[in-house]
T-cell receptor, first 113, second 111 residues
Framework: DSGVTQTPKHLITATGQRVTLRCSPR?????VYWYQQSLDQGLQFLIQ???????AKGNILERFSAQQFPDLHSELNLSSLELGDSALYFC????????????FGPGTRLLVL | LAKTTQPISMDSYEGQEVNITCSHN???????ITWYQQFPSQGPRFIIQ???TKVTNEVASLFIPADRKSSTLSLPRVSLSDTAVYYC????????????FGAGTRLFVKA
């Protein structure tokens, strides 16, 4: 158990819909990262927040947005969903904003039908 | 962020030592080298991190030559449960970088 929690564990929805994925980092960690992993694909970095502020941005679509709240939990919002958005979405946290060890949550498996 | 190159896949047998090499020719002075392990449908798990020479923990060893343009993850006496994807990352701790995992190396351990 990494100490990072993600909800929900599974999510099934339809194209065009909007969903919100939630992540609670390990106690004491200030950074939250979001990744997307499609079937048999590598991890695609989406975005990083550090202490409430956006720190780094990867290949995150405009239909996707995220935020980190004062209590340091984070939410990833996916809108206008397409079939290709079906993937595992991982959240990770770390103490700082740099190359510290990232602790990954169990992921949310999203299926868009 | 330095680009890394790893073999796509490797096969081994139980009990053997496995060495996975990662090339990072444009590694910067402040960059560290970090390895993660990922099992199917699970999030990656930190294995080891180093800057130069050799680092060893209870799971693996990391060998980094003097020029730091490559690194080798060594897994002693692998078992079937070591079958996973192994990722090499290179970056510094100044923050604001994009974490690039790459395709990783798929290790398959056979009985």
């Amino acid at each position: 158990d990494s100490g990072v929690t993600q909800t929900p564990k599974h999510l099934i929805t339809a194209t065009g819909q909007r969903v919100t994925l939630r992540c609670s980092p390990r106690s004491g960690d200030l950074s939250v990262y979001w990744y997307q992993q499609s079937l048999d694909q590598g991890l695609q970095f989406l975005i990083q927040y550090y202490n409430g502020e956006e720190r780094a941005k990867g290949n995150i679509l405009e239909r996707f947005s995220a935020q980190q709240f004062p209590d340091l939990h984070s939410e990833l919002n996916l809108s206008s969903l397409e079939l290709g958005d079906s993937a595992l979405y991982f959240c990770a946290s770390s103490v700082g904003a740099g190359m510290e060890t990232q602790y990954f949550g169990p992921g949310t498996r999203l299926l868009v039908l | 962020l330095a680009k890394t190159t790893q073999p796509i896949s490797m096969d081994s047998y139980e009990g053997q030592e496995v060495n996975i090499t990662c090339s990072h020719n444009n590694i910067a002075t402040n960059d560290y080298i970090t390895w993660y392990q990922q099992f199917p449908s699970q999030g990656p798990r930190f294995i080891i991190q180093g800057y130069k020479t050799k680092v060893t923990n209870e799971v693996a060893s990391l060998f980094i030559p003097a020029d730091r343009k490559s690194s080798t993850l060594s897994l002693p006496r692998v078992s079937l449960s070591d079958t996973a994807v192994y990722y090499c990352l290179v970056g510094d701790d100044t923050g604001g970088f994009k974490t690039i995992f790459g395709a990783g190396t798929r290790l398959f351990v056979k009985a």
